[in-house]
């Protein structure tokens, strides 16, 4: 085993989901439309299989696979896993009248969580279940 000496660790940055989707230009549309992501790559450019949305630092990867792979967020397989997403935000009442004034509806409005949370849920037209928001 090799063992490394660093006097500070090395930080990370960000993190990527990378989400499965039926049709990635409808995907590559809410997420600019919705949410104010920008398109940051495209295969192929018309007609796009995969996507790389982006907001800030914060990216979401969008792929539509062949042979009939559907998307399944995670609390289609499990009823407790509400979130495919943690997205954090200092401002999480900001945002989500960000989102209102682009006519979004909320998944879950915003509010105060019994687990110290607070912010909002959006589902995407997958259905998978970003959570905006920080602790209080």
Known sequence: MIKL????PPTLDTISPF???SDV??????YEDWLGFELRFTEP???????IMGRDS???FLKSVPDGIA???NHTRHEWAAWDAFVYTG??????????SRGLAFHKAI???SDGLRGFEVSDPDGYILFFGRTN
């Open 5 to 8: 000496n660093f006097t500070k």
């Open 19 to 21: 989400f499965i989707v």
């Open 25 to 30: 230009s409808r995907a590559i549309r809410f």
């Open 45 to 51: 450019a018309s007609n796009p299989f995969f996507a």
């Open 58 to 60: 914060v990216q979401v």
């Open 71 to 73: 998307a399944q967020p």
């Open 91 to 100: 401002d999480p009442d900001s945002l989500a009248a960000e989102f209102v």
């Open 111 to 113: 509010a105060d969580r």
